[in-house]
């Protein structure tokens, strides 16, 4: 049974507010309480508050002898952020004695420290920091929740089949031994190493030349025609590049979308790039944790970035050679070249490895230059690690390269180690016997045109590996683990693609004319088309190398 509450007779007074002074009223109000305190007023008259949202109290251990005591139902207010206290002025009390029970409300606004934010310290219930810090750490923390978005290397068509996904999780338990491989063939020639710029540092820096008449390739397996020579002689049964190897290898460390196209003929299995892949550009920046700007036309893009490397790394590979005509010849010449042409420093090693019983693989690989040490020429490998703006890294290399190299070194492996491992494992594949790195800088943070060379440092890949945690024997267990899989596909044509966001590779199998007419058929939007530099920017001053690179681009953006 739900009990009803009384609350009794209501007397009502036409004269004004509060109760009626009359005796007849009085008789009506007996169920009332008696001696509640009251006060007659009018509309103008001014009420207290009822409860104060401003005010701090101490905590519920604190000392209660120090609290105020709780009278005509007042809540206790140490206890409560409703200040029930009222208003001495408004409300004048009936009996004058009971004035110790109530008290002010302060609207005074609390004092200010004097040094400093003591809230972080000494008060039980810190107040807020200002605004605009806790919106930028705000910023600070969903850019830190949301990775950045990145787009797929190459359009997933709805026709195409998944066969199947690969987490990067199951590539670090893989390894594979193989033996020592042999030299089927080298081609090309070399020009020997400058061991002046050995002696570049900060303060003797030198400006990064261009060498607009040289002539770089990018061929891609199947448009090799010695690989194409030496799977009618039955070499072998896959067949790949250092690059399309090396991107394999070191996938795990990759952050970015790649794609390598697998064509499976007869018993033989070719690894091919796509014409304008990104495999023919270097990626910049791609393991920092500080984001680079989304817009493509950005000169600090990624892509941007990308294609700049490029250039650098390709001016840098001849800019540190003696050039006084004196090379070094092989077997045949550049296959790639015609006659006439200004062919830049680089041999091709055409290498066998054997991965089982009935399989081996063959791979050209790269080394661009040589020099002489006790008599005995060594192969060299020369790439370049550029520097575009300090905010980004954190280190200026002018002012840290000379002091502290290795702390330079130990940023470029957090920010770019998926690029540094992929030349060490290109390196181990040509078995050069030494690495350079150089260290090339804009001539000005928003000049992406001019560049300075900065230093020079010469590494043994093995043991530039070691000191990097790149294992071979790891780096081969993913590639036999991948040509393992594909062999058990029926013939025709699949693609290898890196998930733009997540740690994982996907195979698809594509029609047999994929990627044959993917430019001219579907051209890039005109907003996302960057064309590398060219003469006419920058007051006349641009990187115009002629190359394979820029070619590339060019011819894809077309």
């Known amino acids: 049974m739900v009990g009803v509450f009384e609350v009794g007779a209501v007397p009502f007074n036409p004269d004004g507010w509060g109760p009626p002074d009359s005796a007849a009223a009085a008789s009506i109000t007996t169920t009332l309480p008696l001696h509640v305190p009251f006060a007659p007023f009018s509309r103008s008259d001014k009420l207290g508050r009822i409860a104060d949202f401003t005010r701090s109290f101490p905590s519920s251990n604190a000392n209660p002898s120090n609290r105020p005591s709780s009278r005509h139902g007042a809540g206790n207010p140490a206890d409560s952020p409703f200040d029930f206290s009222l208003d001495v002025d408004a409300f004048p009390l009936a009996n004058p004695e009971d004035d110790s029970s109530f008290r002010l409300v302060d609207a005074k606004p609390p004092p200010r420290p004097k040094f400093g934010p003591k809230w972080r310290f ?20 969903e850019a830190e929740k949301e990775p950045a978005i990145f787009k797929s290397s190459v359009d997933i068509q709805p026709e195409w089949n998944m066969l199947d996904q690969i987490p990067f999780s199951t590539f670090s338990k893989l390894s594979f ?87 499976r003929v007869g018993n033989k299995l070719f690894f091919d790039k796509r014409d304008g892949s990104q495999l023919d550009l270097l990626s910049v920046h791609e393991t920092s944790q500080e984001p680079l700007p989304e817009a493509k036309d950005d000169i600090n893009s990624a892509y941007s970035l990308s294609v700049e490397a490029a250039y650098i790394n ?10 006084d005509g004196n090379k070094v010849s092989f077997d045949e010449p550049n296959p790639f070249a015609n006659e006439g042409d200004e062919v830049a420093s680089v041999a ?53 390269l000379e002091t502290q190299r290795g702390a330079v070194l130990a940023t470029e492996l957090k920010n770019n180690a998926n690029k540094l491992a992929k030349w060490t494992a290109q390196a181990i594949l040509a078995n050069a016997d030494l690495m350079k790195l150089g260290y090339v800088s804009r001539v000005h943070p928003r000049d992406h045109f ?55 590779v996907r195979i698809y199998e594509v029609p047999a004319d994929a990627f044959e007419n993917d430019y001219v058929e579907e051209p890039l939007p005109e907003e996302e088309q960057v064309q590398p530099p060219t003469e006419d920017a920058e007051d006349g001053e641009a990187n115009g190398t002629t190359n394979d690179v820029e070619d590339k681009e060019i011819e894809a953006q077309n």
């Open 122 to 141: 000494n008060q039980n219930r810190p107040q807020l920091p200002q605004r605009r810090d806790e919106e930028v750490e705000a910023r600070k923390r």
């Open 177 to 263: 031994s193989v033996p020592e491989p042999e030299d089927l063939l080298i081609c090309g020639a070399l020009e020997y190493y400058d061991r002046s710029f050995d002696r570049i540092t900060p303060k003797n820096e030198r400006r990064l030349e261009r060498f607009k008449n040289r002539n770089f390739f990018k061929v891609t397996t199947t448009d090799d025609p010695v690989i194409r020579r030496l799977a009618n002689e039955d070499k072998a049964t896959v067949f790949a590049t250092d690059t399309i190897l090396s991107t394999l290898m070191c996938a795990p460390r990759s952050v970015y979308s790649w794609d390598i196209v697998i064509q």
């Open 314 to 323: 390709q001016n840098f590979s001849q800019q540190v050679l003696v050039r």
């Open 348 to 400: 091709y090693r055409y290498r066998r490895w054997k991965l089982d019983n009935d399989m081996h693989l063959v791979a050209r690989c790269e080394v661009q230059s040589v020099v002489d040490v006790n008599n005995q020429k060594s192969f060299l490998t020369l790439n370049a690690l550029n520097e575009f703006d300090p905010k980004y890294s954190g280190v200026d290399w002018r002012q840290k």
């Open 450 to 504: 001019n560049h300075v060379i900065l230093g020079v440092v010469g590494y043994k890949p093995r043991d530039f590996a070691a000191q990097i945690n790149l294992n071979t024997a790891n780096m081969w267990g993913i590639v036999k683990s991948i040509v393992d899989l594909c062999m058990k596909l029926n013939e025709g044509k699949y693609v290898l693609v890196k998930d733009p966001s997540k740690p994982q």
